[in-house]
Nanobody, 126 residues
Framework: QVQLVESGGGSVQAGGSLRLSCAAS????????MGWFRQAPGKEREFVAA????????YYADLVKGRFTISRDNANNTVYLQMNSLNPEDTAVYYC???????????????????WGQGTQVTVSS
């Protein structure tokens, strides 16, 4: 069992940065790959980024590649999403999630994730 709690959301102007954190409880955190998803009003929840349990492999959606960086600290059961060069299209509720899958092909799909956080709101104004 893994419980996830996101933090770090807020309001920022276009071009600004935010760093999201996801704190996990449960001794099995380091065995899960972790992902970030986001959901804007009226839209489907979409994949943003994921990182292998070891922290050695990351995968990004094209929309955020080069602007967002995912990382993790297994010693502190935390995964991060550094978001730079934000634009209004990045406005959404951001969720972290845990998956036992280790293939990027599986990371992009919500159905492969077993545990989800409650989400944190990110609002980018122009």
């Amino acid at each position: 069992q893994v419980q996830l709690v996101e933090s770090g959301g807020g309001s920022v102007q276009a071009g600004g940065s935010l760093r999201l954190s996801c704190a996990a409880s449960g001794h099995t955190f380091s065995s899960y790959s972790m992902g970030w998803f986001r959901q804007a009003p009226g839209k489907e929840r979409e994949f943003v980024a994921a990182i292998r349990w070891s922290g050695r492999n990351m995968y990004y959606a094209d929309l955020v590649k080069g602007r967002f960086t995912i990382s993790r600290d297994n010693a502190n059961n935390t995964v991060y999403l550094q978001m730079n060069s934000l634009n209004p299209e990045d406005t959404a509720v951001y969720y972290c999630a845990a998956t036992p899958q280790n293939s990027p092909a599986d990371w992009v799909s919500r159905i492969h994730y077993d545990y989800w956080g409650q989400g944190t709101q990110v609002t980018v104004s122009s």
